[in-house]
């Protein structure tokens, strides 16, 4: 998954923005495309970008949003996971550490360089969170419009309360 039509950015994406549409493979090597999850979510989905699988930081940050996945979807929103690691490593790491949502390969750093969450010097992904709402579903083309984002130190882990303050 290259998706070329991706444009990079130096700054994360903002609020009011349009999310670009991509697709990647998850852990599972399925195919994983934003609008067909913003079809299937009722309210949106969550980016959570991060730099690195089998790391501290980005461990505590993915158990806790496993943890919490049944508090994801009854506020309407599918969370996910995307780090420049491939499928097999989320594989093992989603099974090495039980986790149930579902982790992203942007392998080619083409997504995490769209949303402006890119670590350049590691070439691999930065730390961020994406609220993502749709837009115009009502027969409609639906709009993947940004309603929060935030970008992270690496060193700083989300706050997964801070994030549900802004769901809609």
């Known amino acids: 998954m290259r998706n070329e039509h991706l444009t990079p950015r130096d700054e994360p994406i903002a609020p009011g923005e349009t999310a670009p ?18 079809a299937r979510a009722p309210r949106g989905v969550v ?4 730099p690195m699988d089998f790391t501290g930081v980005c461990s505590t940050e993915m158990e806790c949003v496993s943890r919490d996945l049944a508090r994801w979807h009854e506020a309407g929103y599918e969370v996910v996971g995307v780090s420049c690691d491939s499928f097999a490593v989320h594989r093992a790491w989603a099974d090495a550490m039980g986790l149930e949502h579902t982790l992203l390969a942007d392998m080619h750093r083409s997504v995490c360089r769209a949303f402006g969450f890119y670590w350049p010097e590691l070439n691999i992904a930065s730390r961020g969170t994406v609220v993502i709402e749709k837009e115009g579903a009502d027969g ?29």
């Open 21 to 38: 549409d991509f697709t990647l493979l998850d852990q599972d090597r399925n195919e994983w495309r934003l609008h067909d999850a913003l």
């Open 47 to 50: 980016l959570c970008f991060y």
């Open 140 to 168: 409609g083309e639906v709009i993947a419009r940004v309603r929060w984002s935030q970008a992270r130190e690496p060193s700083q882990a989300m706050d997964i309360d801070e994030i549900f303050a802004h769901l809609g």
